[in-house]
C-alpha cells in the first residue's frame, strides 16, 4: 500500500485524478438516483405551481430569509404531525426553486400554516410580532405593508421557472402580470381565467387590507395562506399506502 | 516551470477576466435594483483594474524576479483574514443579541435577523476561513516545496477576486440579495466570479508543486487539493441556477424540492467538510509540527486519514434530512457513512496529539500551541458529537434544534478558528521577519476568552436545544402538547443571553489577538533586527537569462534561500 500511495504522492496529477474520482463516488450514488427513480417524488392530485402572486410571495419569503427560523417540512415523527399535522410530501415541494424546508425552527414549522389563521391575524402580526404573541422574537415587517409589488418581475420569473422544468404555459406568463392583479383584487374581472389556469383553490382576495394597492404584505399573506393547503395527504398516503399492500399481496400471490 | 514575466500567463487572465467585465457593465446597465447597480458597477471597477494593472505590469520592461517566496501576498491575505474575521465575529454577536432582545431587530430591513444571518456566516466562512486559508495555503505550499509560488499576477487574482465574491455576497444580503441556500446564499453573478477564482487557485497550487525541488508532496498539499477540488464541484453544482434576468438579480434553482435539498446538502455538509475540515486539517499538518517542534507521529494514520475523509465526506450530508421526503434509503445511507467517518477523523486527532508527544510542556508557555492542541480536542469532540447527532434516533431529538447550532460553533469556533489563531501567532512573525509576536500575555489573554467564550457558547447551545426538544414533545396525561410553541421559546431566554455573552467574549479574545499581531507587525518602538544579514535583498535573476536555461538548472535556481525551514 505505501509503495502504491508513494506513486500517487509524487505525481500532483495523479493525485488531482484520485481525488476526483474518490471524491465524486457518494454524491453520484446518491444524488444521481433521485432524478432517474421515478418513486423519489410520487404523482399527486391537486399539486400546481404557483401563482403568479404566491410565487412573489415566496421570493420575499426567501428574500427576507426566514428559512434561518421556520422549517416547511413536518417529519414522519409523532410529535411533528401531532403539533403541525400530516408528514410532509415529497409532491408538495415539488414546485420549489429552491426548497425551503428550512433547518432550525426558532419558529413554529410553516409547512401546512396555510388557512390556519386569518389574513388579518397574519397581516398584524407581520407588523408587530409582539403584540398579538407574547415574547415572540420574531422581528418586526411592517414595511412589506408599505412597499408595493414588483409587478414587472413575475412574466421573468415565469419563463425562467418554466425553464427549470415547471409546467407554465405561455399562457400563464402572457397574462402573470395581469393574474397578480386578479387575485389580490376580487372587484377585478377575469377570476374564472385565474381558476382556470391555476386550479380552484386558488384563493381570491384582497390578503393586506389596503384594497387599492398590491403590496408585497400582500404577497407574502397570499403564499402563507396556500402553504399545505392544495393536497390532502392523508388521502395520498392512504392510497399509496394501499398500492404498496396490493403489490406485495400480487408477489406474495406469485411466489406460492 | 520557468520563471517567467508572466505574459502568457497575463494574456490568460486578461481574456478570462474580461467576460466578467462586461457581465459587471451590464448588472450596472441593466439592474433595476440599486444593489445590482452597485455591484455590477464593482464587479467592472474592479476587474477593469485588474487588468489595467496586468497590462501595465506586462508592458513594464523584464525586470529581475528576487528569487524568494513570494510572501507579498500572504501578508495581504492575513490583513484580510483580520478583517473578515472582525466583521464576521462582530456580526455574529450583534446577531445573537438580537436574539436574546428581539427589539434590537429595529424592524428594518436591512437591520433584521434573518438578513443579517447569511451575513455573518459567509463573513466567518467565506471571509475569514477562506483568506486564512489562502494565506496558509500560500505558505505551506511555497515552503514544502521549497519553490516560489506559481503566477506573477495570478495569486493576486485569487486574493482580490475571492474578497470581491466576498464583499459582493455580504453587501447584498442586507438589500435581499440572496439564492435562499444556506451557506451558498451569493447570486449567480458572485458564483461566477467564484468559480473563475477557484480555477484560478487550483492552478495556482498545481503549478507551484509542478516545481517543487522535493520528490514528495507533502501531506498538508494533499488536503489542500482536496479541498480545491472538492469544493470546485460542490459549488458548481450547488449553484447551478437560472437567472431571471439582467435587471434582477434573482435567479430560480435548476432543481426543486427533494433534488434540490439533496444537492443542497451535499454541498452544506461538505462545505463543512472540505472549505471546513480538510483544508485546516492541512493547516494542522504543517503549523502543530512546526510549532510543537516534534515531527508528524504516523504517516500510515495520515494517509487512512487523507483518503477516509475525502471518499467518506460525500456520502453524509443525507443526514440533514432525517424523516423528511427523502427516500429512507438516502437517510440511512447518509446516516451509515456518518458513522464510519469517525475513524478518518480521529486518524486526524490521533496523529495530532501523538504529535504533540514529548512537546506537551510547551503548552504551558506558548498559547499559540495551546490554541493548537485545543482545536485538536474541539475536533475531536465535534465529529464525535456529529456522528451521534447523524444517527436518526438522536436526530429526531436534536433537529431543529439551538444543538445544531452549539455543535456548528463547537466546530467552527473551536476547532477551525482555534488553529487559525494559533496558525497566525506563527505565521505572522515568519512572513514579516518578526522574532515573535507582540505580546505572549496578550496571546493568552486571547486563548483564555476564547475558550471561555466557546465554552460559554456550547454549553448554552445543549441545553437551550435538548430542553427545547424535549418540550417540543412533551404530552399531558390527556395527550395534548404540555408546551405551546411560544412557551418553547420563552424557555430560551436565558440560554440566548448566555449565548451572546460567551460570543461577546470570543468577539473581545478576537480583538486582544488582532490588536496583538497589529502590533507584531507594526511595533511601536523601532524592533532589533538581530539579523540584518538575512534580511538583505536575496540575490536576482535575470528573467531572459533564467528562461534559456534547461529545466533542472532552472528548477535548482529558482530554489529560494529565504528563511530556514
Known sequence: MSKLHQMIERNSLVMVLMITIVASIGGIIEIAPLFTIENTIEKVEGMRPYTPLELAGRDIYVREGCYACHSQMIRTLKTDVDRYGHYSLAAESMYDHPFQWGSKRTGPDLARVGLKYSDDWHVAHMKEPRRFVEGSIMPGYAFLADNDLDLDRAPLSLKALRMAGDPYTDKMIAEAKQDILRQADPELEGEDDLEERYGEKVQIRDFDGQPKRVTEMDAIVAYLQMLGTLIDPKQVSDKIRAEEAAKSKALKGESQ | ??????????????????????????????????????????????????????????????????????????????????????????????????????????????????????????????????????????????????????????????????????????????????????????????????????????????????????????????????????????????????????????????????????????????AVGFFLTASFVGMLYYFLPKAAGRPIYSYRLGIIGFWGLVFLYMWVGSHHLHYTALPDWVQVLGMSMSVILLIPSWAVVFNGFFTLNGAWHKLRVDPALRFMALAVCFYAISTLEGVFMAMKPVNALSHYTDWTIGHVHAGALGWVAFITFGSMYKLVPWVWHREGTYSKRLEAWHFWLALSGVLIYVGAMWNSGITQSLMWQTYNPDGQFAFAFIDTVDAMHPYYIARAFGGTLYLIGFCLGAYNLWLTIHPRTPIQMPDQQELKPLPTVNLNKATVKSPMSVKATETPTGPAE
Open chain 2, 1 to 270: 516551470m520557468r520563471i517567467s514575466s508572466g505574459k502568457i500567463e497575463g494574456y490568460i487572465l486578461i481574456l478570462m477576466t474580461l467576460p466578467l467585465m462586461v457581465l459587471g457593465g451590464a448588472l450596472a446597465f441593466y439592474g433595476k435594483e440599486g444593489a445590482l447597480v452597485f455591484h455590477g458597477g464593482l464587479i467592472a471597477l474592479v476587474t477593469s483594474y485588474a487588468i489595467i494593472s496586468i497590462f501595465r505590469k506586462m508592458s513594464e520592461p523584464a525586470q529581475n524576479i528576487p528569487l524568494e517566496y513570494n510572501d507579498g501576498v500572504i501578508r495581504a491575505a492575513v490583513i484580510m483574514t483580520g478583517i473578515w474575521g472582525f466583521i464576521g465575529f462582530f456580526v455574529g454577536s450583534v446577531i445573537a443579541w438580537q436574539l436574546a432582545f428581539p427589539d434590537l431587530n429595529i424592524d428594518l430591513p436591512w437591520t433584521n435577523f434573518a438578513r443579517v444571518r447569511p451575513v455573518h456566516t459567509t463573513s466567518v466562512i467565506f471571509g475569514f476561513g477562506a483568506n486564512a486559508l489562502i494565506a496558509t495555503s500560500f505558505y505551506i505550499v511555497q515552503r514544502t516545496s521549497r519553490a516560489r509560488l506559481a503566477g506573477r499576477f495570478t495569486p493576486w487574482m485569487v486574493l482580490w477576486g475571492w474578497n470581491l465574491f466576498v464583499i459582493l455576497g455580504v453587501s447584498g444580503y442586507p438589500f435581499g440579495i440572496t439564492q435562499g441556500r444556506e451557506y451558498a446564499e451569493p447570486e449567480w453573478y458572485a458564483d461566477l466570479i467564484a468559480l473563475f477564482v477557484w480555477v484560478a487557485y487550483l492552478w495556482v497550487f498545481l503549478a507551484t508543486l509542478s516545481r517543487r525541488a522535493e520528490r514528495h508532496i507533502y501531506v498538508a498539499n494533499w488536503y489542500f487539493l482536496a479541498f480545491l477540488i472538492a469544493f470546485a464541484m460542490l459549488h458548481t453544482f450547488n449553484n447551478l441556477a437560472i437567472p431571471i434576468s439582467l435587471e434582477y438579480a434573482k435567479s430560480y434553482s435548476l432543481f426543486s424540492g427533494v433534488k434540490d435539498a439533496m444537492t443542497q446538502w451535499w454541498y452544506g455538509h461538505n
